[in-house]
């Protein structure tokens, strides 16, 4: 399967932003879809991952109650709604898949073998 995000952009703190991340290649019925973020000289960090089946849904604690993901499954996209962003969401974003059947939530990038190539989200305070 192959993945493109996009969505993002330069936004003021306290904005909204939501970001895209469409498959193509293959039904997306069967896979663990995460969005991870690389901040500016940091390593990838886990954001928030679903199965697009339904399930397994899960958020790290900084963007808890900020962040909804989502799916359409008709448009093989899964979102990543984005609210009262912070100058610390500033990163580029990336969209990840593992094929399974598995709800199980894996927050480390070795586990994804599909990779989307990235949109930057910057947010100015």
């Known amino acids: 399967v192959q993945l493109q995000a996009s969505g993002g952009g330069l936004v003021q703190a306290g904005d909204s932003l939501r970001l895209s991340c469409v498959a193509s290649g293959r039904t997306f019925l069967r896979y663990y879809v995460a969005w991870f973020r690389q901040p500016p000289g940091k390593e990838r960090e886990f954001v928030s991952g679903?199965?697009?089946?339904?399930?397994?849904?899960y958020y790290v604690q900084s963007v808890k109650g900020r962040f909804t993901i989502s799916r359409d499954n008709a448009t093989n996209t899964v979102y990543l709604q984005m609210t009262s962003l912070k100058p610390d969401d500033t990163a580029v974003y990336y969209c990840?898949?593992?094929?399974?059947?598995?709800?199980?939530?894996?927050?480390?990038?070795?586990?994804?073998?599909?990779w989307g190539q990235g949109t930057q989200v910057t947010v100015s305070s």
């Open positions: 679903m199965h697009t089946g339904g399930g397994g849904i």
């Open positions: 990840a898949a593992r094929l399974t059947a598995s709800t199980l939530v894996l927050t480390t990038r070795r586990n994804y073998a599909y």
